[in-house]
Nanobody, 123 residues
Framework: QVQLVESGGGLVQAGEALRLSCAAS????????MGWFRQAPGKEREFVAG????????EYAGSVKGRFTISRDNAENTVYLQMNSLKPEDTAVYYC????????????????WGQGTQVTVSS
């Protein structure tokens, strides 16, 4: 059974940084599409950053490009999201996402989700 477990969320002030981790188990994820989404209250779940496949270039939403960095460690089945220069508008529940193949960066295309971790950025 596929499991994705996020950690690293919390409460920070604007301008500070956080690092999220996602530990994957139940499969060998080296060939999987892996990424991060987020969902703010009253809003749709949206793409943040991801890799279509192992070895591919990272892709980012325009709102986080230049501030967030995604990385993956295939040996450890772990994906990270380094978030710098956080803004209040980054406040959301952040979800780790995985799929056997890439079918687009929208929530409906994702096969597996983590339980989510709350990130709150105060002004």
């Amino acid at each position: 059974q596929v499991q994705l477990v996020e950690s690293g969320g919390g409460l920070v002030q604007a301008g500070e940084a956080l690092r999220l981790s996602c530990a994957a188990s139940g499969r060998t994820f080296s060939s999987y599409t892996m990424g991060w989404f987020r969902q703010a209250p009253g809003k749709e779940r949206e793409f943040v950053a991801g890799f279509r496949q192992s070895g591919a270039s990272a892709e980012y939403a325009g709102s986080v490009k230049g501030r967030f960095t995604i990385s993956r460690d295939n040996a450890e089945n772990t994906v990270y999201l380094q978030m710098n220069s956080l803004k209040p508008e980054d406040t959301a529940v952040y979800y780790c996402a995985a799929s056997p193949s890439w079918r687009g960066w929208w929530a409906e295309s994702i096969a597996y989700w983590g339980q989510g971790t709350q990130v709150t950025v105060s002004s």
